[in-house]
């Protein structure tokens, strides 16, 4: 099959689906046949979410949890299984951003903030959606973490987020390894900018300084990021494990060319046609 119908009826639970990439991987998961059980902390926007896939014929349910918490972490895995008796996928998106510092300005509390919402709850997310997919006989099952191009590249004054999201994407790939013959596969996606909630209220000029790092020259959109999750749901998808993917618009591909004084400016292809 060379299409997305292998996700029909699938099982899976996006944590941080309020907003943002979760939201629209919960969206496009639905919209493909999927059943989806969605986290987060604000039950309004949890609802609204639910609210949209049924209008749209889809299959949702909310439950309100802070990932931090590992109780409620596994709450969210134990409704699915209760409710459908199997788990598939299991995307481990909820994350936040600090305010940028240098390192030594931050405080141990911020440092635990970060820590706990970006990486610790991936290891429980991880833990207990392994085993309700093993309890559960689940076949041809991923689990999928959102990373970030800040776990491959680091950015000045964003240590607490660029450390958190570097063990994400050493967990994968261990991870990977400890169920590849388990039939779970196990990988993460790295976004580079995306036009999401934690841009909101970026001010014009950060915005512009984001788009000039990136070589397609835009932000990314939130269902750009889905689509890569559809992807390594399906079975398409079943001989990629302990991979980290981007989908950055080239952001961690290399860096601008620092040559200037060379003529003609290898950067002006104004001349260039498409054949
Ligand atoms: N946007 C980007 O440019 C970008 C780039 C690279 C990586 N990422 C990663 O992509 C993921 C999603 O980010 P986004 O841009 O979509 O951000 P967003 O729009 O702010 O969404 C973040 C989601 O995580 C949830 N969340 C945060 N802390 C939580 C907690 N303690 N417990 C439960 N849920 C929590 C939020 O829900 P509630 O507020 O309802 O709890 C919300 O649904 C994050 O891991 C982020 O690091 C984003």
Excluded at 45 to 66: L, M, W, Y
Aim: net charge negative; proline share 3%.
């Amino acid at each position: 099959m060379t299409d997305f119908r292998s996700v029909e009826g699938k099982i899976a639970v996006i944590t941080g689906a309020t907003s943002g990439i979760g939201r629209e991987i919960a969206k496009t998961f639905a919209a493909n046949g999927m059943k989806v059980v969605i986290g987060g902390r604000n039950p309004e926007r949890g609802a609204k979410v639910v609210d949209d896939i049924v209008r749209n014929g889809g299959e949702a349910t909310f439950v309100q949890g802070d990932v931090r918490n590992e109780e409620d972490v596994k709450k969210l895995v134990a409704t699915a299984v209760e409710k459908y008796g199997k788990l598939h996928v299991m995307v481990n998106n909820a994350g936040v951003t600090p305010a940028l510092k240098a390192l030594h300005e931050y405080d141990l509390a911020e440092f635990n903030r970060i820590t706990e919402s970006n990486y610790t709850a991936v290891f429980t997310g991880t833990k207990y959606a392994v085993q309700a997919m093993l309890d559960t006989g689940s076949r041809d099952c991923s689990i999928i973490n959102i990373a970030s191009a800040s776990g491959l590249k680091a950015t000045e004054c964003f240590g607490l987020y660029d450390g958190s999201k570097h063990a994400v994407v050493g967990l994968t790939k261990s991870c990977a390894l400890d169920y590849a013959k388990h039939d779970i596969t196990v990988n993460a996606i790295c976004p580079g900018v995306i036009d999401t909630e934690i841009f909101a209220n970026a001010p014009k000029e950060v915005r512009e300084i984001n788009m000039k790092a990136v070589p397609i020259g835009r932000f990314g959109r939130p269902e750009e990021i889905s689509y890569m999750a559809l992807f390594l749901a399906s079975d398409l998808a079943r001989f990629m494990t302990g991979s980290i993917v981007t989908v950055d618009g080239g952001y961690t591909g290399g860096d601008q060319n620092n040559m200037p004084w060379q003529t003609p400016d290898p950067r002006d292809l104004s001349d260039l046609k498409a054949e």
